[in-house]
């Protein structure tokens, strides 16, 4: 609506490009901050929502990172940006320079669901599981039936063995979702996951024969497999990832599902092959 208004507002083309990268139509968004840059070459969201694109789906991490601070140069208080970089310095193993990014991203944006959400994924991802759980509280205490935030807070509860609590969260998001297949197909695999870590084989098993595997990323059913200790079947679904460019491999370095693969000289070689800086 407000381009049909305003053709030459280019904010409102970066805008657009937040919601096609979210919605992964890669080309429209490239189209979009592209459009946005032509028009103001200094806007600061167009640079983050290019660097997102950059991390996310073309795996150029320097060219990413290179928007990105573009971006928190010309828009110091845009909550986006911050958010943004902060998942992106978690997914390169930069904790520290996470977490203040994070931070940041709240600090401009206190009452934002997203926004604390992202300084819950990133203590997940950098092993702050009791600082995971606080936050995670905190998001869910603001909304109760967010469901990104049961998500991840079941991903914690799996860490610490908590697998009961885990799959009490997990069926929260089934609940939220029931009428969305492609959701409840994920949330499965999560499912299957927890029931794994906690050595029930055959319940992971079950579920996995549950899901529809074009509803399913390959990425998070290797988690499965490398927690069952099925390590052939789990670099064959990291493969798979890999030939379906699968966005969720940017989380190979610090993902805690797949530390049980780390020493394989396979897992190396996936790293290098998807280019994530060491």
């Not at 600082?131 to 109760?144: C, F, G, S, Y």
């Not at 069926?171 to 009428?179: R, S």
């Not at 990832?241 to 610090?254: F, I």
Request: proline share 3%; aromatic share 10%; glycine share 6%.
């Amino acid at each position: 609506m407000a381009i049909e208004k305003d053709p030459n507002y280019a904010l409102a083309y970066a805008g657009m490009a937040d919601c096609l990268n979210y919605s992964a139509d890669r080309e429209e968004a490239a189209k979009a901050v592209g459009k946005a840059l032509e028009l103001d070459e200094e806007l600061g969201e167009a640079h983050a929502s290019l660097g997102f694109s950059r991390f996310l789906y073309d795996w150029d991490f320097a060219g990413a990172e290179s928007e990105f601070q573009k971006a928190l140069a010309l828009s110091p208080n845009y909550a986006e940006a911050h958010h943004w970089y902060a998942i992106y310095l978690a997914n390169l193993g930069r904790h520290d320079e996470a977490f203040r990014e994070a931070e940041m991203a709240v600090e401009r944006d206190p009452l934002s669901l997203l926004m604390n959400m992202t300084a819950g994924l990133n203590y997940y991802l950098g092993r702050e599981y009791e600082r995971a759980v606080t936050q995670l509280h905190k998001v869910i205490e603001m909304e109760t039936n967010f469901p990104a935030a049961h998500s991840v807070l079941g991903c914690v509860y799996v860490q610490g063995q908590m697998y009961l609590e885990a799959l009490a969260e997990y069926d929260k998001v089934l609940e939220l979702f029931k009428a969305v297949p492609a959701v409840g197909n994920s949330v499965k695999v999560l499912k299957a996951q927890a029931y794994a870590r906690w050595g029930k084989s055959g319940e992971a098993l079950e579920l996995l024969d549950e899901v529809n595997a074009d509803f399913t990323s390959p990425y998070s059913v290797a988690g499965v497999y490398a927690a069952l200790g099925d390590e052939a079947k789990a670099f064959e679904a990291l493969n798979k990832a890999y030939e379906q460019h699968d966005m969720q491999l940017v989380s190979l370095k610090v993902d805690p599902t797949l530390d049980g693969l780390r020493d394989d000289q396979r897992f190396v070689e996936l790293v290098s092959r998807v280019g994530l800086p060491g």
